[in-house]
């Protein structure tokens, strides 16, 4: 192997492990990290590695991966679900901001021929770059996600378009190009429909006989054969296209396409996602190494303002988009700033457009830089827009004012209606005991009240509407919020201004049953103790053990773990102590679980629910 590769391989990886966590400590995400590191290492930083546009071939393949991945997505289910945002807001997106950026060239002189072949590489966006950076915000599921997703998904399918146009566009007279593909001496219209004959011969013929080639090679029951035929299932399409002239990342998408409904669909998205996320890294080191930084101090300006133009425009057309579509508020700005730059597409369609010349080779080279710095930008505008512009409308956001909370003269009150508290309010309310809930959640407020249940907007922590809700007559007060030290703030408050009122406390583990039993609750009880023993017994039941015997020593597990839990609490200040007295009731419950069990036929064990075990 040639040590090059090596050496190149060992930069990268070494790169991106230094840069790629630095941007993320920063919440500047991965792909400006990748960036960086390809700016880094590139001919125009350190020059570790000085053939960007060889690399650059080679990384192009992780975003071939990445379009067979969005293509495998494309399930009738799902197009139908987003086919108004695709179809209308991806298709409006595309045309409008085509048109916006030809009219832009004809005014500045440019043909109108070289405006709209430009226009139209402009109007994308990058794939690659939005959905990395909505996945690691976890924003994918919010509205201006799913309008991302749906303009991003026509975007990729324009393209199909866009490649059949752009021959079109070439002069008269133009040289012809020297493409060396198979279709290379086709006249541009005859080109066109060639390759639209050849992807719908690829789409039948996947369609009928995939799931017949996937099944042959399941049988054999090996992983490593069954990726290997979706790579070069991938590979071999997008090697087709590209010997009919046409993107091999379009090949890509159209082999997606093919297998979204192939029951082994899961299976191969399985496979592929550790190529892709790795590829796809490369990518975005590639597009940093490939930045022609001699080009922008030769004419910075310019550079600065087209991508300064680009930004601006793309941002006013989704602005409005946006509004159009019924996306408010943040949402809209979300969109807005998260599709505001040039995609991945474009080096290929501005490299397309040259060769065909319908743009000349500087201007290839020009708009290039322009959209890698369009992108590099991108990160800074999604910061600046969770810096100071998201925070706007939450502040903005009316704050709802808590329930008057009538004194009902109910005998219990809840704190908290979350998953714990609903459990002990619906046994509480079938055997007749009036309560009176006190949640933060307006949500689950209103889903209370659907069902005809008595609930207020209010917080438990706050000692005017405890006195409210009737603390001061009550019998008991059930603490069951979410949040560990609001609970024991609720206990603490309650215990000293209501020394008559009974509290139980939800704990979430054994240092905050400590915290509860510092501060006097009555009683409390592990949320997850009861449920996990549980599953311990049916565990042993299927491993073949005896359920009088299991249930038995579940009894005793428990007598023996609330007992010690309790003895605990005396070193739980004392760490030495502590581990030693664990160790000596860890070996203590060894010896009891292990000891023999004597069935009684005629004995019938309580259940665990019915064990009473009260804390004083």
């Not at 407020?445 to 907007?457: D, M, T, V």
């Not at 004392?574 to 030693?580: A, C, G, N, T, V």
Request: some cysteine; overall charge neutral; proline content about 3%.
């Amino acid at each position: 192997m040639d040590s090059n590769y090596l050496f190149t391989t060992f930069i990268f990886l070494i790169a991106a492990c230094m840069v790629v966590p630095l941007a993320s400590r920063f919440r500047l995400g991965s792909v400006l990290g990748y960036l960086a590191a390809g700016v880094l290492i590139g001919p125009f930083g350190i020059a570790l590695i000085d053939n960007a546009q060889q690399v650059m071939h080679f990384a192009e393949f992780g975003v071939v991966m990445m379009l067979f991945m969005i293509g495998l997505e494309l399930e009738p289910a799902m197009l139908w679900k987003l086919r108004r945002a695709i179809v209308g807001l991806g298709g409006l997106q595309v045309v409008v901001t085509s048109a916006a950026f030809t009219a832009i060239g004809v005014g500045l002189g440019f043909d109108w021929r070289v405006s709209l072949a430009v226009g139209m590489a402009l109007s994308l966006s990058s794939t690659a770059l939005v959905l990395q950076m909505l996945q690691e915000k976890g924003l994918m599921q919010t509205n201006a996600g799913e309008a991302s997703f749906a303009v991003l998904l026509m975007q990729d399918i324009a393209v199909i378009g866009i490649l059949i146009i752009m021959p079109l566009l070439a002069a008269a007279g133009a040289p012809a190009p020297e493409t060396g593909h198979l279709l290379g001496a086709l006249p541009g219209w005859l080109h066109a429909l060639a390759i639209a004959g050849v992807i719908a011969v690829i789409i039948a013929a996947g369609r009928y006989f995939s799931r017949h080639l996937f099944y042959i090679m399941a049988k054999t029951n090996l992983r490593e054969v069954f990726t290997a035929t979706s790579l070069a299932l991938i590979v071999g399409i997008t090697l087709l296209m590209q010997a009919i002239g046409v993107s091999p990342a379009l090949g890509a998408f159209i082999a997606g396409v093919v297998l979204a409904n192939s029951e082994y669909k899961h299976t191969i998205e399985s496979d592929i996602e550790p190529f892709k996320g790795l590829l796809l890294g490369l990518f975005f080191i590639s597009v940093g190494m490939g930045m022609n930084f001699a080009l922008l101090a030769a004419q910075p300006l310019t550079l600065l303002g087209a991508v300064a133009v680009l930004i601006a425009v793309k941002m006013v057309v989704l602005y409005g988009l946006g509004r159009l579509f019924d996306l408010h508020g943040a949402q809209k700005l979300l969109f807005t700033f998260a599709l505001a730059q040039g995609g991945e597409f474009a080096f290929v369609l501005f490299q397309f457009a040259s060769s065909m010349h319908v743009i000349g080779g500087e201007q290839a080279a020009f708009m290039t830089l322009v959209v890698a710095l369009s992108m590099a930008a991108t990160p800074f505008l999604m910061l600046f827009n969770d810096r100071f512009i998201q925070p706007c409308f939450m502040s903005m956001l009316p704050m709802r004012v808590y329930d008057t909370i009538p004194d009902t003269g109910s005998s219990v009150i809840i704190a908290g209606y979350g998953r714990f508290g609903q459990v002990v309010g619906r046994f509480l309310t079938g055997q007749g005991v009036h309560i009176t809930v006190l949640e933060k959640d307006p949500d689950q407020i209103e889903l209370l009240r659907k069902f005809g249940s008595r609930g207020y907007f209010g917080d438990a922590s706050r000692l005017d509407l405890l006195v409210s809700a009737g603390a001061a007559r009550a019998k008991l007060l059930v603490v069951a919020v979410d949040d560990a030290d609001k609970c024991l703030e609720i206990v603490r408050m309650a215990k000293r201004e209501f020394p008559n009122l009974r509290v139980l406390a939800r704990a979430r583990n054994r240092r905050h049953a400590y915290e509860l039993h510092k501060a006097g609750v009555d009683y409390f009880r592990r949320e997850l103790l009861d449920s996990s023993l549980t599953m311990a017994q049916e565990a042993m039941k299927m491993l073949g053990a005896d359920p009088r015997e299991v249930r038995i020593r579940a009894r005793r597990f428990l007598k023996h773990d609330i007992s010690t839990l309790h003895k605990s609490f005396e070193f739980f200040e004392k760490e030495p102590e502590l581990i030693d007295f664990a160790r000596q009731a860890s070996q203590e419950l060894e010896r009891i679980l292990q000891e023999d069990v004597r069935l009684d036929p005629k004995h019938k064990p309580l259940p665990l629910a019915e064990e009473r075990v009260v804390v004083q």
